[in-house]
């Protein structure tokens, strides 16, 4: 049986004051990143802070696109859309 993955689109800024969902706009999430963007060290942030937000274990989730790039595809293992964008909104500051 095939597991259940989803895909969402992000938009990182890193080197911010905290880790924070922004906002959804044209199904990509704004999510700003406290980790200066060197060496993966805002990719694993964002897959930590991820983790955490979406209440899920780190293994759960891979960064598949945009490795050096401000916008990354993030495959998450075990949930659905709904349940990743519900999650997702639940953390939004605005």
């Known amino acids: 049986m095939a597991s259940l993955t989803t895909k969402i ?3 990182v800024q890193p080197n911010a004051g905290r880790n924070e969902i922004v906002s ?3 199904g990509v999430w704004k999510i700003k990143i406290g980790a200066p963007p060197e060496k993966g060290k805002a ?3 964002l897959l ?3 983790s955490e937000v979406l209440n899920i274990r780190k293994d759960s989730l891979s960064l598949v696109r945009g490795l050096t790039s401000h916008y990354k595809t993030v495959e998450v293992e075990g949930l659905t859309a709904a349940e990743v964008s519900i999650r997702l909104k639940g953390y939004m500051t605005k």
Do not use: C, P
Request: aromatic fraction near 8%.
């Open 9 to 11: 689109s992000v938009k």
């Open 43 to 45: 990719n694993k942030e």
């Open 48 to 50: 930590d802070f991820l």
């Open 24 to 26: 959804l706009a044209e």
